[in-house]
């Protein structure tokens, strides 16, 4: 199984990102797909998921109304598009697999996402 995330970077107040995650070595389609964060100093928090069936979706209040997570089966990847980006988004943000045909929960490295003027 493996995560790999990018697509992080810096960017000012305002601003917009998208992350990906491209994930392969399991049967994406039937996976519960999260997004996570840890800022400097602070727990990892999660952030958004997206379900197997139906692409129901879910986010923290921190983040309602700003990330957008969805997916592309046909490219077993998943994304997170962030806007409105506060200077409190900043943090790693990491791409976590669980369920489906998987027995633990898998995470990728992790990308930088940094917001500053």
């Known amino acids: 199984v493996q995560l790999v995330e990018s697509g992080g970077g810096l960017v000012q107040p305002g601003g917009s990102l998208r992350l990906s995650c491209a994930a392969s070595?399991?049967?994406?389609?039937?996976?519960?797909m999260s997004w996570y964060r840890q800022a400097p100093g602070k727990e990892r928090e999660w952030v958004a998921l997206?379900?197997?069936?139906?692409?129901?979706?879910n986010y923290a209040n921190s983040v309602k109304g700003r990330f957008t997570i969805s997916k592309d089966n046909a490219k077993n990847t998943v994304y997170l598009q962030m806007d409105s980006l506060k200077p409190e988004d900043t943090a790693v943000y990491y791409c976590q697999a669980r369920g489906g045909d998987l027995r633990i929960d898998y995470w990728g490295q992790g990308t930088q996402v940094t917001v500053s003027s």
């Open positions: 070595g399991f049967t994406f389609v039937s996976a519960v």
């Open positions: 997206i379900t197997p069936s139906y692409g129901l979706t």
